[in-house]
């Protein structure tokens, strides 16, 4: 089955600009989701096909996806910004939706 | 604005079958093309796609639970439902309901329930 791989953290300070990847096998042919989720919530999509930002969502948050690696990239990082990240894609493959093991950011 | 709302039992006994109902408001399953899935996540853990169904009945499992699962649509209340036979306490989680866009199968989650607990235990 499709293995996305994250780191399991990220650290920075405030003001700075986190990078968080998401490792799979030619993942820039598919489409990469990137959802936050903060403690006892459900997550929140952030990034939709690789770049785009739902209403609502700051400019802050960006992504990209080319060859083995998406990223989502956090931008003047801000205390709001701790949580954890998730990417997701769907495995034409096998017909399913996967998932990626999730990064922890923390605001320093 | 579409919202999303889990419900049922928070406990069931091991062996048994988890059942969970998914309740769409401010929008219409079938009216609006919703493809409502579940999706789990273990206790500190990462998230797990269990399934999706289509207004029309139309369902796709996870293959690693695919034989203990099955999702049902009901347009009439405007609910779908989710039920897991032969829990363990390895199906202890977070379930969430969340529905996918209906721009392609590539379509993201962009609406999720608040999520509810169960816990499989004697």
């Known amino acids: 089955s499709y293995v996305l791989t994250q780191p399991p953290s990220v650290s920075v300070a405030p003001g700075m600009t986190a990078r968080i990847t998401c490792g799979g096998n030619?993942?820039?042919?598919?489409?990469v989701h990137w959802y936050q989720q903060k403690p006892g919530q459900a997550p929140v999509l952030v990034i939709y096909y690789d770049t785009d930002r739902p209403s609502g969502i700051p400019e802050r948050f960006s992504g990209s996806n080319s060859g083995n690696t998406a990223t989502l990239t956090i931008s003047r990082v801000e205390a709001g910004d701790e949580a954890d990240y998730y990417c997701q894609v769907w495995d034409s493959r096998s017909d399913h939706y996967v998932f990626g093991t999730g990064t922890k950011v923390t605001v320093l | 604005q579409v919202q999303l709302q889990e419900s049922g039992p928070g406990l069931v006994k091991p062996s048994q079958t988890l059942s969970l109902t998914c309740t769409v408001s401010g929008g219409s399953i079938a009216g609006d093309g919703y493809y409502c899935s579940w999706i789990r996540q273990h206790p500190g853990k990462g998230l797990e796609w269990i399934g999706y169904i289509y207004y029309s009945g139309t369902t796709y499992y996870n293959p690693s639970l695919k034989s203990r699962v099955t999702i049902s649509v009901d347009t009439s209340k405007n609910q779908f439902s989710l039920k897991l036979s032969s829990v363990t306490v390895a199906d202890t989680a977070v379930y969430y309901c969340?529905?996918?866009?209906?721009?392609?199968?590539?379509?993201?989650?962009?609406?999720w329930g608040q999520g509810t607990v169960v816990t499989v235990s004697s």
């Open positions: 969340a529905n996918r866009g209906n721009s392609g199968s590539d379509a993201p989650f962009d609406i």
């Open positions: 030619s993942i820039g042919t598919k489409s």
